[in-house]
C-alpha cells in the first residue's frame, strides 16, 4: 500500500458519514503541485461547518483562503452533490424594496445564499437573460419592466434547491399565487404575471447558466452603486453564518435607510488589512478584526437616506461593544444582534468624510 492509500485509509476510518466525505475534500487537497511540498496537514478547523463545504465555496483554513473546486472523488459527489444543489435567484424591481425580508424568507427556509449582487440590466442584457421568451406577446412589456429599475441577482444552495427556491416562489401569476399559494413570495410581493416579485431557474441547466450570466468573472454588469449621499454598512461573517443577515436588512429599511446596492464579498486578508488600517495601532482589536471579516461571506451595503444620513445610519448602528449598546440603546443594530466587540454584527463607517471612499473600496475597487 502506498502512503497516500494508506493515509486516505486512516483518515476515512477516523471520520463518519457525510462529514467524512466533505472533510476528504480538505484534507487531500493538501499538496501544492506548484511547489511539490504539503502545505496543510490534518488538523481541527474551528468555524467551519459542513453547511459551509460546497463547490464554489471560499474557505480560510489557518489563515489561508482555499476555494473548493470540486469533489475528491465519485463517491463523495454522489452523496453530497443533490444535498448541495444550486440555483439562481433574482429580486424583481417591484419587490426590491422588500429584499431584507425575502432575503430572510431565504434563510429561515434552509437555503444558503452562496453569491449576491445587485444590478441595472440593459436592455441587451434583459433580451439575453430571457432569450427562451424572445418573441412572445409579453416580451416587450417584460424587458420594460425588468430594465426599469434595480435587481439582486442571488445564487442560492440547498437540497433539490431548483424545486424548493420554486415552491417558494409560488405561481406565476401573484394574482393566482395569493389563492393557491397565499403564502408563497409572490403572492405577498408580486403584483401580476409580469411584475411577480421574482425569478427563479426552472432546472439545474438554467441555474448554471443564469448564475454565470451574473457571476462568472467575465459577467460585467452595471452596480446600482452611486457613490454620493452614501455610506458604507457591512453585515460581518459572522452574522452571515447565523442567517441574521434579512434580519438585519429588514430593520435597516424599516427605519427609513434605502439599501441602494447590495453585494456579497469574500474578503482575503490583504484587503482586510487595507480596509481596517485606520484601527491599526488604535484598537486592541484590530488583528480579531480582520481575521472575523475573512472568516466567511460578507454582505457590503451602500446605504442612502435623507439629510446627514451618516450620522443617522451610524447611531442606529449603535456602540461599538454589544454590551454597552444593550445597556443604553437597546434597540440598535449592534444590541440586536452583536456578540462581541469584534462580532458586533455590522460596520459602519466612522467618519463622515470615509463615507463615499469606503463605498467606492468595496463597489469599486474590489469590483475590478
Known amino acids: 500500500m ?15 458519514g457525510d462529514l467524512m466525505s466533505v472533510v476528504s475534500i480538505l484534507y487531500f487537497c493538501d499538496f501544492d503541485i506548484k511547489n511539490k511540498r504539503v502545505f496543510l496537514k490534518r488538523s481541527k478547523c474551528e468555524g467551519i461547518r459542513l453547511h459551509d463545504l460546497h463547490i464554489g465555496a471560499v474557505v480560510n483554513i489557518h489563515s489561508r483562503q482555499l476555494t473548493i473546486k470540486d469533489y475528491a472523488d465519485i463517491s463523495t459527489s454522489n452523496r453530497l452533490k443533490s444535498k448541495n444543489e444550486k440555483t439562481f435567484a433574482m429580486v424583481k424591481p417591484d419587490a426590491i424594496q422588500e429584499v431584507g425580508t425575502i432575503i430572510d424568507t431565504v434563510y429561515q427556509n434552509g437555503f444558503a445564499i452562496c453569491n449576491m449582487k445587485s444590478v441595472i440590466l440593459s436592455r441587451n442584457e434583459a433580451e439575453e437573460f430571457y432569450r427562451e421568451h424572445f418573441g412572445k406577446p409579453f416580451f416587450n412589456t417584460l424587458m420594460s419592466f425588468i430594465t426599469s429599475g434595480p435587481v439582486l441577482a442571488m ?17 406565476t401569476d401573484s394574482r393566482a399565487a395569493r389563492t393557491e399559494a397565499p403564502s408563497s413570495l409572490r403572492a405577498r410581493f408580486g403584483f401580476d404575471n409580469t411584475k411577480n416579485a421574482c425569478h427563479g431557474s426552472d432546472s439545474d441547466q438554467s441555474a448554471n447558466r443564469e448564475t454565470d450570466f451574473f457571476f462568472k468573472s467575465n459577467a460585467k454588469r452595471q452596480s446600482t452603486a452611486r457613490f454620493a449621499d452614501c455610506t458604507l454598512c457591512v453585515i460581518k461573517p459572522h452574522a452571515v453564518k447565523e442567517g441574521v443577515a434579512g434580519k438585519i436588512l429588514m430593520a435597516i429599511q424599516e427605519n427609513g435607510f434605502y439599501l441602494n446596492a447590495l453585494q456579497m464579498f469574500h474578503m482575503e486578508v490583504a484587503n482586510a488589512q487595507e480596509f481596517f488600517e485606520v484601527y491599526k495601532g ?47 440603546r437597546p434597540h440598535t443594530l449592534r444590541a440586536k444582534f452583536g456578540l462581541d466587540k469584534v462580532r458586533n454584527a455590522v460596520h459602519c463607517t466612522d467618519l463622515p468624510d470615509d463615507a463615499c471612499l469606503e463605498v467606492e473600496y468595496f463597489f469599486n475597487i474590489l469590483n475590478q
Open 155 to 171: 445564487e442560492l444552495k440547498a437540497e433539490s434547491a431548483v424545486t424548493r427556491w420554486r415552491s417558494l416562489l409560488g405561481p
Open 282 to 328: 488604535v484598537l486592541l482589536e484590530y488583528s480579531k478584526m480582520v481575521d472575523e471579516l475573512c472568516s466567511g461571506p460578507c454582505i457590503v451595503v451602500e446605504i442612502c437616506g435623507e439629510g446627514d444620513v451618516h450620522k443617522a445610519f451610524r447611531d442606529f448602528v449603535g456602540p461599538s461593544d454589544p454590551e454597552v449598546a444593550k445597556h443604553l
Open 2 to 16: 502506498s502512503k497516500s492509500e494508506e493515509t486516505r485509509q486512516n483518515v476515512e476510518e477516523s471520520l463518519h
